[in-house]
């Protein structure tokens, strides 16, 4: 079901920055432990709630009502904007999102209406208005007031704003329900129109970009934090190239941010990309660049989760660099592994409780790792892991670098979330059409990069004229193009395991 509403003004979309939220007076909070307060509170919430989100018109008075009062959304805004504690927000938006959907005796009547003319013969435009009346239900109440909030200015990125709240929420476990995640969908649905790819500008980042822009840039560096301003100059000097989609309505302000290194082969390792190679003012040897590394995606409104961004920021950069090099024959992520250490050390508690062969180390493993430790293999390796104190160890090292390989073969293609890689990377990529190419030893050996996923990152390689049978196989069949090297550290994990 899709309701389209009239196109929003470009200019209209994002132009006010808000302000940050400041500190509020003393006054009613749910948080503070009094019941009179809350329920003042709460009371607050249903009358504004109730004002500013009126009941759909009948079916016959939709083009005709007058149009909703500015005020009654600035003052959903001036409210939401004065509730201090993430608590209260949460509160509000699950009064929202429960008490202010669709009415669902409205949708069974247009539902049996629709059914009982199909069962006779009729005129077709008499089932075409039906079906339009069951749209028309199908609109929960506060859609409409997401769509008056967004013509007003700055209305979208109140929304943005919002939506971040909203997910902050759930993950906290706040606010839960049907009704929440129904309208999470909804406005990231709504969010997707007006940030569709007709709206985006693509910009490069140079030295020589605004201070403002190359600060919000080191800011927003999600993957691999920049460090000093020499780290930043690096990242965007010769042999490098950052590029950001930027709204229309707000030239210059980063939405989702991608680095490329150019080199002449496939990385295995962020330390060639990001250590300094080069002097910031070598001249680019434009006969040696036959590669571009995508090693950072940054989204830096998190309210744009789940909203195709970064998709769509690859092919453009893509399409850029081929005019700029035409010679370029390889693109291919090195990308990092979040949560490989949490999903491997679940794993090895898992398996340490049933005193057996795990399965997850040879048992030549097991003695060597056991020797080295001082103690059995999988106990002894939870804390190991955990700190990246192992990788300290040469000769602790190469005895885990086999099991490792294989265990992360099996996280990045075997582990599934309804059918697809549980990885978000992974999951990403794929869906991309890139193929699961490589993974590599130590690619990362910062603490961050140990802790996180062992040391291992992995490429996901896009071949250009294969990306749409692969993204189709992947979405549609669940099935993941992988390479010989990584299939075969997944046979060797199969043979090994039970999973």
Not at 230 to 244: I, L, N, T
Request: include cysteine.
């Amino acid at each position: 079901m899709r309701v389209l509403w009239p196109i929003l003004s470009a200019g209209r979309l994002l132009r006010l920055r808000l302000p940050p939220r400041q500190p509020q007076p003393p006054g009613p909070r749910l948080s503070s432990g009094r019941p009179a307060a809350a329920s003042a509170l709460e009371r607050a919430m249903d009358e504004l709630l109730h004002r500013a989100v009126p009941a759909m018109p009948a079916y016959e008075l939709r083009e005709k009502t007058p149009a909703r009062a500015e005020n009654q959304c600035a003052d959903f805004v001036s409210f939401y904007g004065g509730l201090a504690e993430t608590a209260e927000r949460a509160e509000l938006l699950g009064r929202l999102a429960r008490g202010f959907g669709v009415d669902h005796s409205q949708v069974a009547e247009q539902s049996a209406g629709v059914l009982q003319l199909r069962q006779q013969p009729r005129e077709p435009a008499v089932l075409l208005q039906a079906e339009d009346r069951l749209r028309y239900a199908l609109v929960p109440r506060y859609r409409s007031l997401f769509h008056h909030i967004s013509k007003m200015e700055g209305g979208v990125r109140f929304l943005v704003r919002l939506r971040a709240d909203l997910l902050e929420a759930q993950a906290l476990k706040l606010v839960e329900g049907p009704h929440v995640r129904e309208m999470n969908g909804v406005l990231k649905n709504m969010l997707s129109e007006w940030f569709s790819s007709g709206f985006l500008n693509l910009e490069r980042v140079t030295w020589h970009s605004p201070c403002e822009v190359l600060q919000r840039i080191s800011e927003a560096e999600a993957v691999h934090p920049v460090k000093t301003w020499m780290d930043m100059k690096w990242r965007v000097g010769p042999y490098r190239r950052c590029y950001f989609f930027s709204h229309c309505s707000t030239p210059g302000e980063p939405l989702i941010i991608l680095h490329v290194a150019l080199t002449n082969e496939i990385s295995s390792s962020i330390q060639t990309i990001i250590v300094k190679e080069y002097s910031p003012s070598e001249t680019e040897e434009r006969n040696k660049i036959t590669t571009a590394i995508f090693y950072s995606l940054s989204l830096t409104q998190q309210g744009l989760q789940g909203v195709e961004l970064g998709a769509f920021l690859i092919k453009r950069v893509v399409k850029e660099l081929q005019k700029e090099f035409p010679q370029l024959g390889a693109f291919s992520s090195l990308s990092p592994i979040p949560g490989f250490t949490k999903w491997l050390l679940g794993l090895l508690k898992a398996k340490a409780k049933e005193h057996g062969r795990s399965g997850l180390l040879t048992d030549c493993e097991s003695q060597e790792i056991a020797e080295l430790t001082g103690g059995p293999a999988l106990e002894t390796l939870q804390p190991l892991l955990s700190s990246g104190e192992w990788a300290q160890s040469e000769r602790l090292a190469r005895a885990l670098q086999a099991p490792l390989m294989r265990l992360c073969a099996w996280y990045l293609h075997g582990e599934k979330h309804r059918g697809y890689a549980l990885n978000p990377v992974a999951h990403f990529h794929l869906q991309n059409g890139a193929v699961l190419w490589r993974i590599n030893w130590l690619a990362d050996v910062s603490l961050k990069g140990l802790t996180s996923a062992c040391g291992l990152m992995v490429n996901y390689r896009y071949f250009l004229e294969d990306t749409a049978a692969n993204s189709t196989a992947y979405l549609g069949c669940k099935s993941i193009k992988a390479s010989e090297q990584v299939l075969s550290l997944v046979a060797q994990f199969q043979k090994n395991s039970k999973l």
